[in-house]
């Protein structure tokens, strides 16, 4: 086994986004002596990034959108190697949510930050055992592509997206939760009842005034419940800000270091941990705090100590 901690190697998924970036950014890598590996399909991320990881390489770069670097941090784990390799990214994803919590902007900046700027240590998340990075959510998801005013945007954050696409959904069925903080059997519950969405941010946040930056190095996951409104969709969006806005009783919004989230429907529940699809009755999350050796760029804001 050859043991290279200055190689740094640059995972790219050329299809990511637009898919227009792969010459660029392989130009880039090779000007600075990188490594450039390129994944085909579904899970490659998570094998190129163990691999490299077991070389003894120490630096790894995700290219691509937010679901490369999870799987890129999931080949991380599966070498064993969260100690030792820091993770930068490349944003040339649709979303690129992951790279913006950490301050990087574009193709060019990444480049720097891996080169020089700060290493922090973040927090994952886990849930039975599956790693993510930003969040986990079920139900109604915020889904970027539909329809959404700037006005309900603004006042609504991620969530004027799950009621847009709410409008377009016509057969949705409510998740009928018991969402507990601690996880523990006896623990009081946090929330029962039907939902809407649950959204578990790690590093993310949903919601009115909460568009900025998520702490990613408290411990603590950022947990919103969407309550499922009789007819909501039927509603205007003046009355849905209303319902939904800053202090809606239909919004439950709590810090946890750890929960479990029991489903009472008949069937399971989809969550998407990242983008990848599992499909469960009950689910214990917990973070990792401070597990992951990322690259930031100037605009990240650490924590006050
Ligand atoms: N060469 C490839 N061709 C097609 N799909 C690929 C290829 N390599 C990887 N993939 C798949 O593409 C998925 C999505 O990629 P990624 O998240 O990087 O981009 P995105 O969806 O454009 O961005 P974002 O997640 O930020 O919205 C990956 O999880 C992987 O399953």
């Given at each position: 086994m050859t043991h290279s901690p200055d190689e740094t190697v640059v995972i790219l998924?050329?299809?990511?986004?637009?898919?227009?970036h792969g010459a660029n950014v392989r130009q880039r890598a090779n000007r600075l002596g990188y490594t450039v590996v390129e994944t085909d399909t579904d899970g490659d991320a998570v094998a190129l990034a163990a691999t490299a990881a077991e070389r003894g390489v120490e630096t790894l770069v995700a290219a691509g959108g937010d679901g490369t670097v999870n799987e890129v941090v999931r080949g991380i784990r599966r070498a064993g190697a969260l100690d030792s390799v820091t993770v930068g990214v490349?944003?040339?994803?649709?979303?690129n949510n992951f790279a913006k919590q950490i301050g990087v902007t574009d193709v060019a900046t990444a480049f720097d930050v891996v080169e020089s700027g700060d290493r922090r240590r973040i927090d994952l998340g886990q849930a039975n055992g599956h790693l993510f990075v930003n969040s986990c959510v079920a139900g109604l998801?915020?889904?970027?592509s539909s329809k959404t005013s700037p006005a309900m945007k603004q006042r609504l954050g991620v969530l004027a997206y799950v009621v847009t696409t709410l409008r377009t959904v016509t057969d949705f069925e409510s998740l009928r939760l018991t969402v507990a903080i601690d996880?523990?059997?006896?623990?009081?519950?946090?929330w029962t009842g039907d939902a809407l969405s649950v959204l578990i941010g790690n590093a993310r946040q949903f919601g009115p005034?909460?568009?900025?930056?998520?702490?990613?190095?408290?411990?603590l996951f950022d947990v919103t419940v969407i309550e499922d409104v009789p007819v909501l969709s039927l509603m205007s969006d003046a009355v849905v800000e209303r319902l939904?806005?800053?202090?809606?009783?239909?919004i439950t919004r709590f810090r946890a270091q750890s929960l479990a989230i029991e489903v009472h429907n008949p069937s399971s529940v989809r969550f998407s941990l990242d983008g990848e699809i599992i499909q469960e009755r009950r689910l214990a999350f917990e973070t990792l705090p401070r597990t992951l050796s990322v690259a930031v760029g100037d605009g990240y804001t650490p924590p006050p100590e």
């Open positions: 998924n050329p299809e990511s986004g637009s898919g227009s490349v944003p040339v994803g649709t979303g998801t915020a889904d970027s996880g523990h059997e006896r623990a009081a519950p946090a005034n909460r568009t900025g930056p998520a702490n990613v190095e408290d411990g939904l806005g800053r202090d809606s009783a239909y």
